[in-house]
């Protein structure tokens, strides 16, 4: 499970710095937030956490940054 905290904090690196503010973030990164947020959530309609949910705090921190890099892709952002 190490390496989900990794992965979690490599696409968080990812975007915080390699990202300028306001330009948009590449729509290959925005798979990778949609896996998280299922990742933490679980299904839809299900009372039932996701499998990971133990890394909430880590994906929150992901979720704030593709927010504030890219507010307009975000708020049009799906779940899988």
């Known amino acids: 499970m190490?390496?989900?905290?990794?992965a979690i904090q490599c696409v968080n690196l990812l975007v915080f710095h390699e990202v300028p503010k306001n330009q948009s973030i590449p729509n290959d990164m925005w798979h990778f937030l949609t896996?998280?947020?299922d990742m933490v959530h679980g299904d839809e309609g299900s009372i039932d956490p996701g499998w990971a949910y133990e890394y909430y705090a880590y994906v929150v921190e992901v979720i704030e940054n593709f927010a504030s890099k890219d507010p307009r892709t975000f708020l049009g952002v799906r779940p899988p």
């Open 2 to 6: 190490e390496c989900i905290e990794d």
């Open 35 to 37: 896996l998280m947020m």
